[in-house]
């Protein structure tokens, strides 16, 4: 099963940052990758599929890049709705699994 | 607008059975894959089993053996039968939408029904 390890795994940030998250894939995964947000007693919601390309309705301050094994979620000025923790996950492989999550709290 | 809809959930014994419920709306279930993710507390996601449009299912090691995910197309409705129950299945249920058939991401996700197995 491939691993996906998210770091790190708190991420303590003022609004207006620029936030990187990583998410690291044990095996090359290409890009059959995602990035969701969990807000506390809410469902994930989906924000990046295909590595890079943003969901419907998702604003573009959130953007993903990476292939292969190593992936990244930027958030180019966090906004105070932006708090929450984020997962990663592959679908190149059976079964899709998800990363542990960041949290991104308030600093 | 799509909506998914999960019931079924309380507390239930270890050994016991229970049958999780997710009802559609706005897209037909036959239609498309239908995933069960769960979520134990103040954990992380695993996804569970998936019911494809053909009506094959798959499951995750874990509840294999165990669990049962079928459809009732007339009522759009997907179930997640669960047998046997372990402490360690404890977890917020959700049903979750594959963004388009053969895809393995999900666009779509219930509320959650939580399931707590203790005695």
């Known amino acids: 099963e491939t691993v996906m390890t998210q770091s790190p795994a708190t991420l303590s940030v003022s609004p207006g940052e620029r936030v990187t998250l990583s998410c690291r894939a044990s095996?090359?995964?290409?890009?059959?990758f995602a990035w969701y947000q969990q807000k506390p007693g809410q469902a994930p919601r989906l924000l990046i599929f295909?590595?890079?390309t943003r969901a419907t309705g998702i604003p573009a301050r959130f953007s993903g890049s990476g292939s292969g094994t190593e992936f990244t979620l930027t958030i180019s000025s966090l906004q105070s709705e932006d708090f929450a923790v984020y997962y990663c996950?592959?679908?190149?492989?059976?079964?899709?699994?998800f990363g542990g999550g960041t949290k991104v709290e308030i600093k | 607008e799509v909506q998914l809809v999960e019931t079924g959930g309380g507390l239930i014994q270890p050994g016991g059975s229970l049958r999780l419920s997710c009802a559609a709306s706005?897209?037909?279930?036959?239609?498309?894959?239908l995933s069960w993710v769960r979520q134990a507390p103040g954990k992380g996601l695993e996804w569970v089993s998936v019911?494809?449009?053909?009506?094959?299912?798959h499951y995750a090691d874990s509840v294999k053996g165990r669990f049962t995910v079928s459809r009732d197309n007339s009522k759009n409705t997907v179930y997640l039968q669960m047998h046997s129950l372990r402490a360690e299945d404890t977890a917020v249920y959700y049903c979750?939408?594959?963004?388009?058939?053969?895809?393995?991401?999900?666009?779509?996700w219930g509320q959650g029904t939580l399931v707590t197995v203790s005695s």
């Open positions: 295909g590595a890079s």
């Open positions: 979750a939408r594959h963004s388009y058939s053969g895809s393995y991401f999900f666009d779509y």
């Open positions: 996950q592959q679908y190149n492989y059976w079964p899709p699994v």
């Open positions: 095996q090359s995964v290409s890009s059959n």
């Open positions: 019911i494809y449009r053909g009506g094959d299912t």
């Open positions: 706005d897209f037909t279930v036959s239609s498309n894959y």
